[in-house]
Each structure stands twice: as C-alpha cells, then as structure tokens.
C-alpha cells in the first residue's frame, strides 16, 4: 500500500500560480496528477516516470510543469498562468508499474487537494 500526501493547494487570481506537492509513502514507478471540476469528469492532467518522461493534457501544456524528487518519493506541479477552468479538486497518483504510467489507471490515489482561480 502507498499513502499520498498531498500540499500546496489553495486560491488565487487569474493569471496567478501555485505550487502542489505529493509525497508517496514509498517508491512507485510513476506518479501524477488529475483533477475534477464540479460538474465534470475527472482528468489526467500531468504524469511523470521515475526515468523523466512526462505527460500533460493539452489544456495545461506550456502553463504547468511535473517534477519530482526521486529521492523523496515527492512529485510537485508548478501550475501558472492559472485559469478560472482550472478550479477543481486536484488528485495525486501514483502507480508501482511502469506499464500504466501514462494511463488513465491510477494504482493509488491521495485525498484530493482544491485549487480555486478566480476572475
């Protein structure tokens, strides 16, 4: 079992940033993010592997970018240029195998941190 704590969360004005972090309880192969908007499905929003790849939807590229500190299981999600859209409640994730990194297939999931932009 891995345990995700998710950090960093809060509200901002548009146009604004905010940093979140996720440490894993131990190792995994890959870990990330998605988030759910009221009203909406929930969405992967950006992965990373241990060995560098990432993924980002094409709703965050060039606005967010996933790193990680291998050394302390920790992902983190700079997040700028935030959007009123972007308000949702946004998951850590977390897979043991490389296989589903950058599926839609979560192993473990942490509690949800929100993040609110406004106009």
């Known amino acids: 079992q891995v345990q995700l704590t998710e950090s960093g969360g809060g509200s901002v004005e548009a146009g604004g940033s905010l940093r979140l972090s996720c440490a894993a309880s131990?190792?995994?192969?890959?870990m990330g993010w998605f988030r759910q908007a009221p009203g909406k499905e929930r969405e992967a929003v950006a992965r990373?592997?241990?060995?560098?790849?990432?993924n980002y939807a094409d709703s965050v590229k060039g606005r967010f970018t996933i790193s990680q500190d291998n050394d302390k299981n920790t992902v983190y999600l700079q997040m700028n240029d935030l959007k009123p859209e972007d308000t949702a409640l946004y998951y850590c994730?977390?897979?043991?195998?490389?296989?589903?990194?950058?599926?839609?297939?979560?192993?473990?999931w942490g509690r949800g941190i929100q993040v609110t932009v406004s106009s």
């Open positions: 990373i592997e241990t060995h560098g790849n990432t």
């Open positions: 131990r190792y995994c192969s890959c």
């Open positions: 994730t977390a897979h043991t195998s490389y296989t589903y990194c950058f599926t839609d297939l979560p192993l473990y």
